[in-house]
């Protein structure tokens, strides 16, 4: 049977068994010191050794073979999806919240939003609908989107395994590029696309809520340090679980600093505050002036943050590391900077960090997920605070 013949269930048996799996999804972030982001589409697989060829055929097969013309069948997809974006805001509105506030303040989490945000789930209720109008217009629109992103130029292959295997694999691998057109159909494309900047409340139909804020501390003046990551993990571990976990009853409380876009942000899980919560955020500069941390305490935060930096990987995970670390342009000097930065993390830089974080607060921008009850009542509080958006 030929490849071309495959049925989808077929294929998928095929890649149960003979790989680890195939996996293809979207990837993109900012870059740190550039303004354009990355994006790609990345392919994953694993194989034993002697399943290298099939694994790379497969991969081929699954880009370049499918084909768009099975309607009810990508119409279930498109259910799926969107079923499952709703159960996703649902139960993890932080995710929802962190994307939006992403999409707020830079290119690729404008990017990541409309592949994975309210936006998506916005774009799959009116996809739901057309594939019964115009199901001939999306079959062609999937073709050329496949077209777009398939090109040899531009491809980068990162293999992991022992030398024999990767000498013995090049010819796979040479084989698999040869089958890319040499060029995507629609030439390179670039932009700088944002939603607008400011407090939004999404309503579903919740008893607790999903509470973020965020900004860009680069903005604000703030320069890298590795002593962030430090920082950053102790304000959730201390800070926030106090209040907005202990104090407050919410399920959880965090806060990320992405240091390739420059974005800190605060999350909560399960929240039955609203108001309150965006407080305690607005609240951290002050508490990191007020810190006292003693050595042992300051010694455990570090050693928990290189442990999370260094810690143990597969082989995959390794090699899937490496392939980020080139895309995002992470170098292993910059890395060894960090390292020892995150090591030499003094109460001098919490302190220090206080300036960083207060434009979070000044200049920062508020996203929850929550209940029209508790949404009305913060708008009334604070007069029209958020801006309200229908989400379920």
């Not at 699954?62 to 498109?78: A, G, I, S, Y």
């Not at 996703?88 to 290119?107: D, K």
Request: glycine share 10%; aromatic share 8%; proline share 2%.
């Amino acid at each position: 049977m030929g490849t071309q013949d495959l049925t989808f269930v077929q294929l998928n048996q095929l890649i149960g068994r003979k790989t680890g799996g195939i996996s293809v999804y979207p990837l993109t972030s900012s870059v740190w010191g550039r303004d354009d982001p990355c994006s790609k589409i990345i392919v994953r697989g694993k194989s034993m050794v002697g399943r290298a060829e099939d694994l790379f055929h497969l991969m081929k097969c699954v880009l370049q073979e499918v084909r768009f013309t099975d309607q009810q069948r990508f119409k279930q997809f498109v259910s799926q999806s969107r079923a499952g974006m709703e159960n996703h805001l649902r139960g993890s509105g932080q995710g929802i919240a962190a994307t939006r506030m992403e999409a707020m303040l830079n290119a690729a989490g404008w990017m990541s939003e409309q592949m994975g945000g309210l936006s998506y789930l916005e774009y799959l209720h009116t996809l739901e609908q057309k594939v019964d109008q115009d199901w001939e217009g999306i079959s062609s629109s999937l073709e050329e989107i496949r077209r777009s992103f398939l090109s040899r130029n531009g491809c980068i292959v990162n293999m992991t395994a022992d030398g024999k295997t990767l000498t013995n694999t090049e010819k796979f691998v040479g084989k698999f590029l040869d089958s890319l057109p040499e060029n995507p159909s629609g030439g390179l494309v670039t932009w700088d696309a944002r939603l607008p900047l400011r407090n939004e409340a999404i309503v579903i139909p919740t008893q607790v809520n999903y509470v973020g804020k965020a900004g860009n501390i680069y903005s604000s003046g703030y320069e890298l340090d590795g002593s962030s990551y430090v920082i950053s993990k102790h304000i959730s571990n201390t800070w926030l679980w106090d209040r907005v976990r202990v104090s407050g009853g919410a399920y959880g409380g965090s806060c990320d600093f992405d240091s390739h876009s420059g974005t800190f942000s605060f999350l909560s899980y399960r929240d039955p505050n609203l108001l309150k919560t965006l407080d305690i955020y607005d609240g951290t500069g002050d508490f990191l002036r007020g810190l006292d941390v003693d050595e042992d305490t300051l010694t455990k935060a570090i050693i928990g943050t290189i442990g999370d930096v260094d810690s143990y990987q597969l082989p995959d995970a390794k090699g899937y590391s490496s392939l980020l670390r080139h895309l995002l342009n992470v170098t292993y000097e910059e890395r060894q900077i960090r390292r020892e930065e995150i090591l030499t993390t003094s109460l001098k830089d919490f302190k220090e960090f206080a300036e960083a974080i207060d434009s979070v607060k000044d200049k920062g921008v508020a996203v929850a997920v929550a209940s029209q009850e508790d949404i009305d009542a913060a708008n009334k509080e604070r007069s029209n605070f958020f801006e309200v958006k229908k989400g379920l």
